[in-house]
């Protein structure tokens, strides 16, 4: 039986259980998580999905033991970002994109854990509010005013392109904004990646959220190299095997 102290926490849980899958249901895309059906029976509630199988992102990384090439940067991030333009185009933002949120499957990436379902539940607890990651957790998730869209989740994106390339996450927020000790990737990797891709990094990881890219299109054509820019480094081929 639960206490009367939980029972807020608790509905509010089940409230946001219950949006995630209504949420989920509606789209239908490889690198989202399907929902086939959701109910809510005996106190609380169930969702039926497919199975999953495969090393999140974090995990495959360290299994590679090198720096990942751009062509296997690339590889997994055109999905993923096929992925937000259907969520986006709903108004639905995911708002937790991180490493060890992201399943590579033998059919390609999947984002896990629907964060803006979760929402409900960070507006009546301190304690859940910590899931916010620091370096992939912009500015605008911490509060105030400044409005999250999909330049969040770019950010939160870029954080992932980052930890890979310099091996650890982007410095977190609450150190940039007194004094930003980040340098371009685009010059303290260039020569390793194409400037192209560290440019288009580097602007969706600015602090403020309009000096990104605001949405996926705007993102995709930075990371499109232009008849002078350099086009990706020639790589020894890469690849994870999902286990």
Not at 49 to 69: D, I, N, S, V, W
Not at 226 to 237: I, K, N, R, S
């Amino acid at each position: 039986m639960r206490s009367e102290p939980h029972r807020e926490t608790f509905d509010a849980g089940l409230k946001s259980f219950v949006n995630e899958a209504r949420l989920l249901a509606r789209f239908d895309h490889p690198a989202l998580v399907k929902v086939f059906r959701y109910w809510a029976a005996n106190g609380t509630a169930y969702m039926a999905m497919p199975y999953y199988e495969g090393p999140t992102l974090k995990t495959a990384l360290a299994q590679l033991g090198t720096r990942a090439p751009e062509s296997l940067l690339r590889e997994w991030l055109d999905p993923l970002l096929d992925a937000l333009t259907v969520m986006h185009r709903e108004q639905c933002y995911h708002r937790d994109i991180s490493p060890d949120n992201i399943l590579l499957t033998a059919s390609g990436p999947l984002l896990l854990d629907f964060g803006a379902a979760r929402h409900v539940i960070n507006d009546r607890t301190q304690v859940l509010t910590t899931m916010l990651k620091p370096g992939f957790a912009p500015v605008e998730q911490y509060g105030g005013t400044m409005l999250q869209g999909a330049w969040t989740d770019l950010y939160a994106l870029a954080g992932v392109l980052h930890y890979p390339i310099v091996g650890r996450p982007p410095v977190a927020w609450v150190v940039r904004v007194v004094r930003d000790p980040v340098q371009p990737l685009a010059l303290t990797h260039a020569g390793r990646y194409s400037a192209t891709f560290l440019h288009a990094i580097d602007a969706a990881l600015a602090v403020r959220p309009e000096s990104r890219p605001q949405d996926v299109a705007e993102f995709r054509a930075l990371l499109e190299p232009g008849p002078q820019q350099d086009a990706a480094l020639d790589e020894p081929p890469a690849s994870i095997a999902p286990v």
